[in-house]
């Protein structure tokens, strides 16, 4: 019996280890990932232009786009057509609905980019990339990723309510509860030791026990 040669199953990229490096072709000319270092960027991918999930998701991008940018945050869609498509697509979203994409669009024709990220998953597409979102920090590290199906566009309060937990996390050394937006009470990290929880009994948190402590950032 001949044996059976292994494939090695493609890389998928993982939370807090460096986003994988690129450089493609855009609608605004070459890019490299790190061409946004020093910013916080998201990296999105859609199934196709001209289709109709993908048109309201971009128009929707587009309407955020300024309170991304006063976040520190840049925007980079990708799919798996042309160039000229791309152009093409993002003209007629503008003609149609006076609505301009002001963000750059990967055209990843050899599929690079949706290889390197897992936007490429066979269960829900063997041609298009699947809707997916990564956030990537200002050193390069891939802070957070969700998966969409074909059928189901994206809740653009969601992605700000994200990044805004992120940098909260990052700026104040705490972690954020379920449901938490701007201006809600945070969680401060759980005690490591009998001593720490001593202390923390008597720190005037919001206790609901030991572990777990509420606190206003105001």
Not at 33 to 45: A, C, G, P, Q, T
Not at 80 to 109: C, M, Q
Not at 146 to 155: H, Q, V
Request: charged letters at 25%; hydrophobic letters at 45%; a negative charge.
């Amino acid at each position: 019996m001949s044996e059976m040669s292994v494939q090695t199953p493609a890389p998928f990229p993982r939370l807090n280890e460096p986003a994988p490096e690129f450089e493609a072709v855009t609608t605004h000319g070459v890019v490299r990932l790190s061409d946004f270092r020093d910013s916080w960027l998201i990296l999105f991918s859609h199934p196709a232009d001209f289709t109709p999930v993908c048109t309201t998701e971009f128009i929707a991008f587009a309407e955020i786009y300024p309170e991304l940018q006063k976040r520190g945050v840049e925007l980079l869609g990708l799919s798996i057509d042309s160039v000229y498509s791309h152009i093409a697509w993002l003209r007629n979203i503008e003609e149609k609905t006076g609505v301009k994409i002001p963000f750059p669009v990967i055209a990843d024709l050899n599929k690079e980019v949706a290889t390197k990220y897992g936007m490429i998953q066979p269960g829900a597409s063997k041609t298009e990339a699947v809707r997916a979102v990564f956030i990537i920090d200002p050193k390069g590290i891939l802070r957070a990723m969700i998966y969409y199906p074909l059928t189901t566009g994206r809740n653009m309060a969601e992605i700000l309510r994200l990044i805004d937990a992120l940098q909260t996390s990052d700026r104040h050394g705490v972690a954020t509860p379920a449901n938490w937006k701007p201006g809600d009470k945070v969680i401060v990290p759980a005690p490591q030791t009998m001593e720490m929880v001593e202390e923390r009994m008597k720190a005037g948190f919001e206790m609901v026990d030991w572990y777990l402590a509420k606190k206003s950032l105001e």
